[in-house]
C-alpha cells in the first residue's frame, strides 16, 4: 500500500524529471510545427510549477482528503 511518503517522492520526481521538459518541447514542436527551446513560455513556466511540486502535493493531498470523508 502506497503511503503518503512514497506518493509524495514519486509525483515529485515525475513533475521535475528532466525528461518531462523533454517530451514536452519535442511535442510541442511537433504540434507546432516549429523548433521550441526550452526558453519558451510554457516550459519556462512549466519549470516554475515543477520547482512547487512539494507544496502542490500538499495540496492536492488535502482536497483528496477533504473529497473523501
Avoid: C, H, R, W
Avoid at 503518503?4 to 510545427?33: F, I, Q, R, W
Wanted: no cysteine; proline share 3%; net charge positive.
Amino acid at each position: 500500500m502506497a503511503t503518503k511518503a512514497t506518493g509524495k517522492a514519486k509525483y515529485v520526481s515525475s513533475v521535475t524529471d528532466p525528461l518531462a521538459v523533454d517530451k514536452m518541447t519535442d511535442k510541442l514542436s511537433t504540434y507546432l510545427g516549429i523548433s521550441v527551446s526550452e526558453s519558451a513560455g510554457p516550459i519556462v513556466n512549466y519549470k516554475k510549477f515543477a520547482a512547487k511540486a512539494d507544496d502542490y502535493f500538499e495540496k492536492l493531498f488535502k482536497n483528496q482528503q477533504a473529497a473523501y470523508k
